[in-house]
């Protein structure tokens, strides 16, 4: 009798929502980092390392579970079993961010994304003036920015920023877990 | 742990080949097709995967790549080093190029670092060289694969 598979659900569920928090507490850390320093016009910055940390550590996720899954007993580490398991990790990292941050967002800091928002604004603001952006264009431009602050915090705008990170984090993981799975199968070489 | 299958293996490379050109047409989508709705949503999901900021990004004729460089060199050289390297005899033993990996991913982020504490300044060439080099480590790790 054929010995049977184990379902790769329970390593990637845990090491998703593990790097989920993780990502979800840089992003907060850069956004407090931000807001509590003054605009510089600079669109690089030192509080900009936290949110660029977040978007490398998200891809981790794949390499966990497909690393956590190649140690279980009886485990078949494919590539397709690689892909399948990243596209499953960024899909739960990005829900689990989401989750996360509406959490603090809606009910621990309120005031933490308007406060976000008139930093970026601002921030945003100088550096269209150093770069010499005609008034109406920069108005345009900031006007928009301001909109899109505004639309996120509705239902539609939380749902469609969960389906953006979904899509970013699933194709990255994807590829992530592929790695993985190439790295961890024996045979090769 | 099983040995990996060939015709398997040769579709799910395929897959990451897609995957890639998907990201990199996507980043590139300023340029060839302009203010297109695959623009728009490109520029949306690609907000979750690099800062896409647009000082640090590739200019051609006048238009931002959404990547910024160091993402955009890691994922075009990636994608035409799976292409292309089966064709190419590389002797390094799976050991070395797992470490070329890692010692790449050091590098970078001594790089990232650098710069963003103002130890040095690199450029936007430098980034996309030092992402391109990373992205040739990754496609070693299938070098050994048949189409």
Same mark, same amino acid.
């Given at each position: 009798m054929e010995n049977q598979k184990p379902s790769y659900l329970v390593p990637t569920v845990t090491n998703s929502v593990i790097v989920g928090a993780v990502v979800t507490v840089i992003s907060l850390v850069g956004l407090y980092v931000a807001v509590s320093g003054e605009p510089t016009g600079s669109m690089f910055s030192a509080s900009s390392v936290l949110p660029v940390i977040s978007c490398l550590v998200a891809a981790i996720a794949g390499v966990l579970s497909v690393?956590?899954?190649?140690?279980?007993?009886?485990?078949?580490?494919?590539?397709?079993?690689?892909?399948?398991?990243?596209?499953?990790?960024?899909?739960l990292t990005a829900l689990t961010?989401?989750?996360?941050?509406?959490?603090?967002?809606?009910?621990?800091?309120?005031?933490?994304?308007?406060?976000?928002?008139?930093?970026?604004? $601002?921030?945003? &603001?100088? #550096?269209? !003036?150093?770069? *010499?952006?005609?008034?109406?264009?920069?108005?345009?431009? =900031? /006007?928009?920015?301001? $909109?899109?602050? &505004?639309? #996120?915090? !509705?239902?539609? *705008?939380?749902?469609?920023?969960?389906?953006?990170?979904? =899509? /970013?984090?699933?194709?990255?993981?994807?590829?992530?877990?592929?790695?993985?799975?190439?790295?961890?199968?024996?045979?090769?070489? | 742990m099983k040995i990996l299958n060939h015709n398997e293996e040769s579709f799910w490379i395929l897959i990451l080949i897609l995957a890639l050109a998907f990201i990199i047409l996507s980043s590139?989508?300023?340029?060839?097709?302009?203010?297109?709705t695959f623009t728009w949503i490109s520029k949306q999901w690609m907000g979750s995967i690099c800062h896409t900021q647009i000082d640090r990004a590739v200019q051609?004729?006048?238009?931002?790549?959404?990547?910024?460089?160091?993402?955009?060199?890691?994922?075009?050289?990636?994608?035409?080093?799976?292409?292309?390297l089966p064709f190419v005899i590389i002797r390094l033993t799976k050991k070395i190029k797992v470490n070329l990996v890692y010692i790449l991913i050091v590098m970078n982020a001594v790089d990232v670092f650098g710069s963003i504490f103002?130890?040095?300044?690199?450029?936007?060439?430098?980034?996309?060289?030092?992402?391109?080099?990373?992205?040739?480590?990754?496609?070693?790790?299938?070098?050994?694969?048949?189409?």
């Amino acid at each position: 009798m054929e010995n049977q598979k184990p379902s790769y659900l329970v390593p990637t569920v845990t090491n998703s929502v593990i790097v989920g928090a993780v990502v979800t507490v840089i992003s907060l850390v850069g956004l407090y980092v931000a807001v509590s320093g003054e605009p510089t016009g600079s669109m690089f910055s030192a509080s900009s390392v936290l949110p660029v940390i977040s978007c490398l550590v998200a891809a981790i996720a794949g390499v966990l579970s497909v690393k956590a899954y190649a140690k279980m007993d009886g485990a078949e580490v494919t590539l397709g079993n690689g892909a399948v398991i990243g596209i499953v990790a960024g899909l739960l990292t990005a829900l689990t961010t989401t989750l996360i941050s509406q959490i603090w967002t809606s009910f621990i800091d309120p005031s933490l994304m308007e406060n976000y928002a008139n930093f970026i604004v $601002k921030n945003m &603001e100088m #550096a269209f !003036t150093n770069m *010499g952006m005609a008034a109406d264009q920069m108005d345009t431009t =900031l /006007g928009e920015m301001e $909109k899109s602050f &505004e639309d #996120a915090k !509705t239902m539609v *705008g939380i749902l469609k920023g969960f389906g953006w990170s979904a =899509l /970013g984090f699933s194709v990255v993981n994807l590829i992530s877990g592929l790695i993985t799975a190439k790295v961890s199968a024996k045979g090769d070489e | 742990m099983k040995i990996l299958n060939h015709n398997e293996e040769s579709f799910w490379i395929l897959i990451l080949i897609l995957a890639l050109a998907f990201i990199i047409l996507s980043s590139l989508s300023p340029i060839l097709f302009q203010d297109s709705t695959f623009t728009w949503i490109s520029k949306q999901w690609m907000g979750s995967i690099c800062h896409t900021q647009i000082d640090r990004a590739v200019q051609i004729n006048g238009q931002s790549t959404i990547l910024c460089s160091r993402c955009l060199g890691i994922y075009s050289a990636f994608f035409v080093g799976l292409i292309s390297l089966p064709f190419v005899i590389i002797r390094l033993t799976k050991k070395i190029k797992v470490n070329l990996v890692y010692i790449l991913i050091v590098m970078n982020a001594v790089d990232v670092f650098g710069s963003i504490f103002n130890q040095w300044n690199n450029s936007i060439l430098s980034r996309f060289i030092l992402g391109a080099l990373f992205g040739v480590s990754l496609s070693l790790l299938f070098t050994k694969n048949k189409f």
